[in-house]
């Protein structure tokens, strides 16, 4: 598709949100730009790096978040703009250096940007980033669409440089992952004289704490002083509105709808803040002082009413009275993300104005019509992937053994394992790496009573991010467990980004390849490697392995991600069902190949009640051909 | 309905159908004769078989949110038909034109023997019942005839075009094929489209 730098300044061009944050980056002469892979945030760093080479900046993708934030601070430390990006969970992984370098303070523009992912669409959690910004004392915007993303991620790291430091601008996925025409600025040559020269003693150190922490919040003072007077903030509507709606990012989209919808325009006011920490207390109290009912519309936590309230506490003699309405009396909904139809509800049940969504005979026949034919689309693995074939292993392994052995799980495609398409054989996922971390703990229960195997399981992406520390724990207290990495030669759920296992840079060229079976082994490690599509093979190592019970041991399931596989080779099979020895419904195996391999590749057909090959989403990897007890998957040599 | 404003589109169909890259390709067409547009689109989902969804705000006026509100669709773009019957049910309303795929993308729970595909009658029934017209086109066959399924979304696109109801004229679209795809795949999205355009037109 078109390059975020197709088009001249001045053009309006269609941007996604993140691409329109990277552009936003170019615009203010950024050098340096690093991330870790993450929905909903990993198009900032991908269409960043797709320019890289023709605006002679520097883009990487780290190996976690919290190197991510290092390296990028390293560039402002040398006098050189940059960018960090993550989603909200990066930014717990980068927050042990983040509460350092708050105090540290930068040199040249830092803009962190973190993309909450409201409704878990693509996440573990919905965690709401922004008390991170009050945690930290580092000043917050939080643009509302692709243009403000640009506009603010520009602005952003002009005023990093006016108050030394660290600037979060928060997006979520309805702003991120969504697309809008964007007026474009110039972009802008970087800084080409990075030197680091330190001119005072400790000056990139948070020590002597309280002289810094003191000097943070005249930093902090100064970002509020910048505020009172930003173009982000505005407000619409009446003088004097019967309710004032205080919204943010994305709750602003949907409380304009609302308000139009509703034809409110007349009696409801809209303060719309882009710079939500700290908050701009003189103009926010001004708009305040137009009413004495306040609804604040926001995502997901109540950060923004919180504060207000804070603010109202503070100044309550001259403000006097004010009721709230949001989350915390019960109008919004406190978990999951917003929607224009929610803020109408609220809007209507505050001001006792009924909005009819769908007429209700329309409503009545739609579920009639419809209600039954339409089924939830499961998501499940996709046919011919890896993680499939190794999680039968290793099923049929932990049957084997008999003892009462169970996976713990981590963060990737192969979370899916947690669901039908791979048995039901994850049983724990957390964070980054926490699959191994639980592992090393119940792999030293043995005093206390344990005595069941324990493997886990972690992508290759996710080994370098977070698992090598547990893994050398695991070594160093001699814990017990089996590590299986689910090596696919990709970041796959995130869009197949580039890692250290992958010998390619974020450019796309030649990079050093980091091999985890030489890593594991130079920890003294017992390491096997399987083709997991060899489901003997792979089934007898694990049990081996397993059965080996002394100290950390390492399977390296290796096979590349079904996805790359359709790109770069021809099938190695060409499948089909036999139907003389496809028994159908009187076989005892009660259809296992179908309703419990579950390929998308191979259905189940009603009208001959035999199993079948759909060539058209088959990729010829042969599996299935393994697990039919009659032998009638037959698979030849393409 | 091609003069309202905002004009609310959905498009809709499952991961790997190509749902997001035409959504973009006429967002961006319609930037170019100086529309505002917005496109919200749900991801994560969209590799794994998983429903897919774009709504695409269409205005002369203003930026819209990337969400449009339920019952509240002008027109939907479906490129599988029960995901259609789904955006119908929540986003649907007497008013709104369809133009969707007849080929069904099997759930693995249906491919897999332990749920039913609902028959072509049901589908038609409730499409014309639940719109003010709805037209199947069976653009997978179109797209295989061209040598690929996977152009089956901008054959859509074709006849979505064909059926006027987006401020959308057909050389505007080929011109944002021309601007955005490689050369070695444009001349096979044009016949695609201009395939799509026809089938419509010759209803």
Redesign the interface.
Known sequence: ??SITAYEAGA???LMGNEAIARGALEAGLGFASAYPG??SSEILGSLAEVAREMDIYAEWSVNEKVALEAAAAASFAGVRAIVAMKQNGLNVASDFLMNLNLTGTVAGLVLVVCDDPSG??STNEQDSRPAAKWAELPLLEPA?S?EAKDMTKWAFELSEEIKNVCLVRSV???S?????VRLGEPMAPSREARFAPTTLGQFTPLLVPIKHSFLHQKVNKAREIFESSPFNWYTGPEKPELLIVTCG?GW??S??AVK?LGLESSVGILKLGTTWPLPEKLVQQHLARTDKVLVVEEVNPFLEGNLKELVGDTFATLGPLTFYGKRSGHLPTFGEL???RV?GALGSILGRERV???PD??K???A???S??????????AGCPHRATLWSVKNALKLDGRGGFVTGDIG?YT?GLGP?GFFQLKTVQAMGSGAGLACGFGKLDKLGFDQPVLTVCGDSTFFHAAIPALINGVYNQSNFTLIILDNSATAMTGFQPHPGTGASALGEPAPTVDPEGLCRSLGIRVEVADPFDLQDTTQKLLDLMQDDSGVRVLISRRKCA?VRAKEEKPAYKVRVDTEKCRGESCGCA?LC??IF?C?G???D?ETHTAKI?E?ICTGCGVCADICPASAIIREVA | MKDKDPLNVIVTG??GQGNV?I??LM??AL?RSG???????????S?????VMSHLRISRQA??????????ADVILGLEP?ET??V??QY???GVMVVTNSRPV???????????Y?SVE??V??LE??SRKAWMINATDIALDLGA?ILANIVMVGALVAADVLPLAAQEFELELQ??LPTDRLDLNLKAFRRGLAELKAR
């Open positions: 598709m078109t309006s061009q269609l929905n909903p669409l693509s669409n243009q996925t309805r702003v992952h969504a697309r809008g025409d994305s989209n949907y304009l709808e919808a929607d224009p139809d109408m969504a769908v007429e329309y409503a026949k739609a579920q019509l419809t209600g034919l339409v089924q939830a689309r499961m998501i499940g693995f996709c495609c899916m398409t996805l259809r179908t309703r579950q998308p191979l259905v189940w009603d759909d058209v | 499952v991961g890259l959504s973009q967002g961006s930037v529309y505002h547009v917005t496109i919200g689109e749900t991801y994560g989902a590799q794994r078989g998983g429903a930026q819209y949110g990337p969400l449009i509100p339920h019952g509240q029960v019957l789904r119908l049910g649907g309303n007497p099997y759930p693995l729970a249906v491919a897999v023997g332990i749920a039913h609902p049901e589908i029934k409730a019942e639940l399924s601007e955005s």
